[in-house]
């Protein structure tokens, strides 16, 4: 009696967030929420340059909108993967952080931002030919030294440096242990092991329900690629994700890899606005994380709002991971919600232009007419069921209540 009471609670407490637009990440364990270097700067990161990002991501008023964790992906690092000796601590790039990554943590927290980090599992990271070093036989250290330089939040990689033959269950049991020193000193734990296996084997379903027990976020789609058409990255992402919702839980979050909006540099992605508001569609009803990676400076009013949408922001933070998909013909509709709201993605998964129609019980819905809002052009209507047609790639967003 006590569980159905609870579970009643928290259905309640979804309906409330979506309709109320709250932002409760911080106090439901939401999917993190921020910034990070990589599409932007690759590399070739600096203290310039985060701090110039931070500043904007401040005054953009985004990080009021919870987008608060400044990320240093690749690039930051001092420290040679072929010199580092057993008992030497990671160090910082002194040309690119002459100030040092402990004062870079106190600037941004004097702007009310988090500092994350980036390492790799393995003996070295993932770019500049591996001449970075990475953590491997360095786990309690290197957590002991981000701790102690004011990060909050750390990204573990899973590519190169291990030793020739290492077994997936050691390399589990790695990720489980750096894990375990991570989020022992109060950091976020954010890795990358399931996308080392391939896509939809055997072994990556096995890594990713070992990371929902020990990680707060676990990549499970590749890195996103500008030379492929959004539609396939983010249908793509999507298609991965819609089976692994059973892991997904306040704390523990399926990643589908970051925001590119604009034009980032290092990588240059140019999706129209649609495409960006897709990719946030998908994010938001698979309660990925929602971490920006691009130049925000350059971004324009309509991308900014697109990101601070108090609906879509509510529907990532909602507390779950759409757990039901349904399809007609190329039109997938996948939902989520409880009693009083639902959330409704639908999106064309095939190559030409469809028209669909889902009563409201074909999308498990309880209610014989419902209120809808279009979470990106806001019109609002009743309907007693969904009906659609969209061009190939398209997706469409919104929100029922009852009514
Ligand atoms: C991998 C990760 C990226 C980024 C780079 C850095 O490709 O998936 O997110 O961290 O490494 O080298």
Redesign the pocket.
Known sequence: MKKIIGMAIAALAVVAIIMSGDIAHASTGGPPMGY?T?YQF??GINETNVLQQAGELVSSGLAGDGYSTVTL???WQGTSSATRTSTQPLTWNPQSFPHGIPWLAAQLKSMGLNLGI?T?IGKN???DSGHLAGSYGHYAQDAATFASWGVTFV?V???KGLPAGTSDAQLTSDFSQFGGYITSRGMTYSE?LP?LLPVGSAQYFAAIAASSQFANMW?VA??ENFTQSPSFTILGHLADDLPLHGYARPGHWNDL??LVPGVPAAHPFDWSLSSEESQLSVWAQEASPLILSTNIGSLNAAELAALKNPDMIAIDQSGSQAPVSVSSGNILAVIKGADGGYSVLLANTGSFAQHASFTLPALHVKYTHARDLNVWTRSTGGLTGVSVTLSPGQTYLLVLTNG
């Open positions: 990070n990589w690759d590399s992906d690749d690039g980036y790799a990271t993932c770019t990204k990689d899973s590519c990358e996308v990549r590749p890195d890899d970051m």
